[in-house]
């Protein structure tokens, strides 16, 4: 079945660890996104990537990290840096970009303990 | 202000009833709109995309009012199983990216 596999889908980590969050998708999708969603708030762009290679930061880059060496593959690093990790993850993909549905992983609860 | 607005709610609302949330956006070059349905600690996902002239499909019929700019959603005859929340989604011309609102709750009784 194709889709967009966000895993682990709990993750605790102790303060001042870095941690990553896998996205691997088998759509062929050259866009790829993520998102952070807090608790009865909206999603909010962390980076987001067109093709291979590139990437540009969202609007709440700061204290992420993202690589996109394959296609198929859009992993999140939350850094040290990031003041408040705990959240809800959202990766998502999309065929070409802005103009088409956005398809998104089951997400990964992130919990900083 | 914010580039995508919506009315937080929660619309509370009988089986049966018909409901419309509408969506604000600031950039008038926003070219792509969408609905997306959010279950509580799941996912988003695409409900409807939102055409110039305006779509439906089912019970759920959306219209876009580019002089105003924004985006309606209605919803007819409502299911105990609409209940979620509903998100409003635009892209922003040039910057290649889709904007999400923080959606508005409905709450569907019997």
């Known amino acids: 079945d194709g889709g967009i596999t966000q895993s682990p889908k709990y993750l605790f980590r102790k303060e001042g660890q870095n941690v990553t969050l896998s996205c691997e998708q088998n759509l062929n999708h050259d866009a790829m996104y993520w998102y952070r969603q807090d608790p009865g708030q909206g999603l909010r762009l962390i980076y987001y990537s067109q093709i291979v290679n590139d990437f540009q930061k969202g609007d709440i880059a700061e204290g992420y990290s993202v690589s996109r060496e394959k296609k198929e593959s859009f992993p999140l690093t939350v850094t040290s840096a990031q003041k408040n990790p ?10 070409r970009g802005w103009e088409t549905e956005a398809f998104f992983g089951q997400g990964t609860r992130l919990t900083v303990v | 202000r914010k580039e995508v607005e919506q009315d937080p709610g929660p619309f509370n609302v009988p089986e049966g009833a018909t409901v419309a949330f509408n969506c604000t956006y600031s950039n008038s070059a926003s070219q792509s709109f969408f609905w997306y349905r959010q279950d509580c600690r799941k996912e988003p996902k695409l409900l409807m995309s939102v055409y110039s002239s305006g779509n439906e499909d089912g019970r759920f019929t959306a219209q876009l009012n580019r002089a105003s700019q924004y ?19 635009v892209n922003i011309d040039g910057y290649n990216k889709l904007i999400f609102g923080a959606g508005t709750r409905l709450a569907v009784h019997p």
Request: with cysteine; hydrophobic share 45%; glycine share 0%.
């Open chain 2, 71 to 89: 985006i309606s959603l209605l919803i007819r005859d409502s299911k105990l199983s609409d209940s979620a929340t509903y998100l409003c989604v």
């Open chain 1, 86 to 95: 705990t959240a809800f993850y959202l990766c998502a993909s999309s065929i």
